[in-house]
């Protein structure tokens, strides 16, 4: 077992504390969640829900199969663009649409 000599830093600390909590991955999520409702509005986000983030593309699930179609053929460029205006350039590439329950 290897000791270290003198005080750790904080940041190292910290940083160790919010992986095993996961309250980075939250946080995260929080980020996505609130730029998901900016970026849909109002009606479309009560008839959605996110899913999962992986490799860049956004999966969401939607109430019903008008809204889907009407997300997936004509506003899927716009909100892409505003997903990344908001997180930051690659961090959502592509989103795909599942219909499915909505809670």
Same mark, same amino acid.
């Given at each position: 077992?290897?000791?270290? #000599?003198?005080?750790?830093?904080?940041?190292?600390?910290?940083?160790?504390?919010? /992986?095993?909590?996961?309250?980075? #991955?939250?946080?995260?999520?929080?980020?996505?969640?609130?730029?998901?409702?900016?970026?849909?509005?109002?009606?479309?986000?009560?008839?959605? #829900?996110? *899913?999962?983030?992986?490799?860049?593309?956004?999966?969401?699930?939607?109430?019903?199969?008008?809204?889907?179609? #009407?997300? =997936?053929?004509?506003?899927?460029?716009?909100?892409?663009?505003?997903?990344? *205006? =908001?997180?930051?350039?690659?961090?959502? /590439?592509?989103?795909?649409?599942?219909?499915?329950?909505?809670?």
């Amino acid at each position: 077992m290897i000791v270290k #000599e003198g005080p750790e830093r904080l940041s190292e600390v910290l940083s160790r504390l919010f /992986t095993s909590r996961g309250w980075g #991955e939250r946080q995260q999520r929080r980020r996505i969640e609130e730029a998901w409702q900016s970026a849909a509005g109002e009606r479309v986000a009560a008839r959605s #829900e996110l *899913g999962s983030l992986r490799r860049g593309v956004l999966e969401v699930i939607v109430a019903d199969a008008v809204l889907l179609q #009407e997300l =997936a053929g004509f506003q899927k460029r716009d909100l892409i663009a505003h997903l990344q *205006g =908001a997180l930051g350039p690659g961090r959502v /590439t592509d989103i795909r649409f599942r219909l499915g329950t909505v809670r």
